[in-house]
């Protein structure tokens, strides 16, 4: 294991169009492309542009997306708009899930094939040993299914990008410590041993999506290569990092991957505009750390996240982290946008204690022995 620090210095790239921050899902809907702008300004202000490969992506070709996507859902994707969705088929608004979560906007398709080429120029930089790291923030969109969108999502560049690593690694593990559960990804691998998907998050029963018990394990070849952290409101930084580094750390000397793709979900931070965890960015980072610190090559993308400045804030933060740098808490004083980070101008701004920490002790412990258990299988 590398130590944060050390002489490590992983081929970083990071794959943005920014295009992709002028998409407009409606002005009540909480996903904001635009926080993918504010994130590339305190990228560069910090310097960071200047120690990576930079990328500006191109589109996602059709052929690509039908690599997971139906055909008929593709078709419906690359025709619809706000102009012509009222005229389409009786139930098509059913069918394809349209909706408050999934509005159709203008230029969808277009959006849908920038962050999904994103991610898979992300995992070709790994194929081809031209990255060790490669970062798509505008990725993540965990909940996108084969024939429909789901919760904000309306393709999965995560599943894309895995199948493209599939065609020459051996092992891709997948982890996601988005807010919410990563059903389309898992659901995509739920039945390969090839893929191990493990997704931390709020769960209930009743929260969107609704799924992600510790008793959806996969099936067939698949038995015992998904696990669930199911989590309740109020977590903490500590409660969560020592949670995610006792279950990461067997999980990948167990089954050993060749890639990593990690989601790093900006909704499970304090004070998220949807979100109820009490996690800082320096505990979300701290993740994102420990799975570097393991050197396998990685792709690492965004995912939820509804107050821009926080979600700005982690992934500039997290840049660093994968290319060992940390940022120095005060905001590049000339730098766009400065304003919407007032009144502290911090990159670690206060963000825990808004919620009563409903994770009792003996709850996390108890999990974390499940999830030990769950390792076990994989041990033979
Ligand atoms: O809870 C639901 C559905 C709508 N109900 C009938 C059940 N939807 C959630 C969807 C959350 C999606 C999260 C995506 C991601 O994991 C990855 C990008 O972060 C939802 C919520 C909520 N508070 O959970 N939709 C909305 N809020 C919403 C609010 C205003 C306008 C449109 C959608
Ligand atoms: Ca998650
Ligand atoms: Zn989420």
């Known amino acids: 294991m590398f130590e944060f620090g050390s002489t490590y210095s992983p081929r970083v790239s990071y794959h943005y169009n920014p295009k992709v921050s002028n998409y407009h899902y409606g002005v009540k809907h909480p996903m904001k492309p635009f926080r ?40 419906f994707l690359s025709k619809v708009s706000p102009d012509n969705i009222s005229k389409m088929p009786r139930g098509t608004f059913d069918k394809y899930n349209i909706g408050d979560d999934c509005p159709i906007f203008q230029n969808i398709y277009e959006y849908c094939k920038l962050y999904a080429g994103a991610s898979l120029d992300a995992s070709r930089k790994l194929i081809n040993d031209q990255s060790d790291i490669a970062i798509n923030w505008s990725g993540g969109l965990h909940h996108a299914k084969k024939s429909n969108p789901s919760g ?11 199948l493209n690593l599939l065609r020459y690694h051996p092992r891709v593990l997948y ?23 493990v997704s931390f998050h709020k769960y209930n029963g009743e929260f969107f999506p609704g799924t992600g018990n510790y008793d959806e394990i996969g099936c067939a070849e698949g038995k015992h290569f998904a696990m669930n952290v199911p989590l309740n409101d109020g977590i903490d930084d500590d409660s969560y990092i020592n949670l995610f580094k006792s279950v990461m750390e067997p999980i990948i000397t167990s089954f050993k991957p060749t890639a990593i793709i990690q989601q790093c979900g900006a909704d499970s931070l304090g004070h998220d505009r949807l979100g109820c965890f009490n996690l800082n960015i320096k505990a979300h980072g701290e993740c994102v750390k420990f799975i570097r610190s393991f050197g396998i090559p990685m792709v690492v993308v965004g995912g939820g996240g509804y107050t821009p400045r926080n979600v700005s804030r982690l992934y500039a933060y997290e840049t660093g982290i994968l290319n060992n740098v940390l940022l120095q808490s005060e905001l590049p004083e000339d730098m766009p946008f400065r304003n919407q980070f007032g009144p502290d101008y911090s990159l670690y701004p206060v963000l825990d204690d808004l919620y009563e920490n409903m994770n009792s002790k003996k709850y996390l412990e108890d999990l974390r022995i499940r999830c030990l258990e769950h390792i076990r299988y994989l041990q033979g």
Request: aromatic share 14%.
């Open 175 to 197: 982890i996601d410590i988005d807010l919410h559960h990563g059903d389309g990804v898992q659901e995509a691998f739920y039945t390969t041993d090839r893929v191990f998907t």
């Open 36 to 75: 993918f702008m504010l994130t590339d300004h305190l990228v560069s202000s910090y310097g960071l542009h200047n120690i990576m490969d930079l990328y500006e992506t191109r589109e996602a070709t059709k052929e690509e997306l039908l690599q997971f996507h139906s055909e008929d859902y593709v078709e």
């Open 152 to 162: 904000f999502c309306y393709v999965n560049d995560i599943v894309l990008a895995t």
